[in-house]
Structure formats: C-alpha cells, structure tokens
C-alpha cells in the first residue's frame, strides 16, 4: 500500500478485489457524488479563516522555521510539528457547524 499524510492508504488492485465498502467510505464517495465535499472544504477554509485560526497556524509556521533555521526546515518537519496543534485549535463552533451539515446531508441522502 501507498501511503500519504492527507488520506488513507491507496489499496493496491489486488488487495481490492472482494472489498466490501465500509460506511466511511460509502459516505465519502456520496460526499464527492454530491459535490457537497467541496462545500464542506470551502465552508471550512471561509470559517478558519474568519476566525484567525489560519493567521495562527502561519505564525506557528514561521516561528517554527525561525527557530530551526529558514534552510534546516522541510515540509514534513511543519507537518509534523503543526498538524496536532491545529487540529487541536479548530474552534468548537467550526466543528459543531460542519457536523451539523454532514448530518444534514446524511439524512437527506437516506445513508
């Protein structure tokens, strides 16, 4: 398998033959059908933005890179470092919201 920081491992067409989809992924793909994943992911970007969390999350960047040196500093180090304090620092109120409207969406796709 292949793996990735942003999603789950890639099965490799063997392993993918008699697969039976789980619920995540049923509901994923519906998500993406629909286009209602784009709009959950735009809603999210508007919302963290709106709330300064983005600003917070560069300026932990930047401080991070200063610290370790502009050169000394790859993309996974920030990765590493800022993923569990951001995603830590989503308000509640984000969260709440975007639950919200994926339950809204699950009960309107009969899922």
Request: glycine content about 2%; charged content about 30%; aromatic content about 2%.
């Given at each position: 398998m292949r793996n990735s920081i942003?999603?789950?491992?890639?099965?490799?067409a063997e392993e993918d033959q008699d697969h039976q989809?789980?619920?995540?992924?049923?509901?994923?793909?519906?998500?993406?059908e629909s286009g209602e994943k784009e709009?959950?992911?735009?809603?999210?970007?508007?919302r963290l933005i709106e709330c300064g969390w983005r600003d917070e999350m560069k300026s932990l960047?930047?401080?991070?890179?200063?610290?370790?040196?502009?050169?000394?500093?790859?993309?996974?180090?920030?990765?590493?470092v800022i993923t569990p304090k951001g995603r830590a620092s989503v308000p509640d109120?984000?969260?709440?919201?975007?639950?919200?409207?994926?339950?809204t969406f699950l009960a309107s796709a009969s899922i």
């Open positions: 942003n999603r789950p491992p890639t099965p490799v989809p789980t619920l995540q992924e049923i509901i994923n793909i519906k998500l993406i709009r959950l992911k735009e809603l999210l970007r508007e960047c930047r401080a991070f890179a200063r610290k370790k040196g502009r050169n000394n500093v790859t993309v996974d180090d920030l990765v590493q109120s984000v969260k709440a919201e975007l639950l919200q409207r994926i339950q």
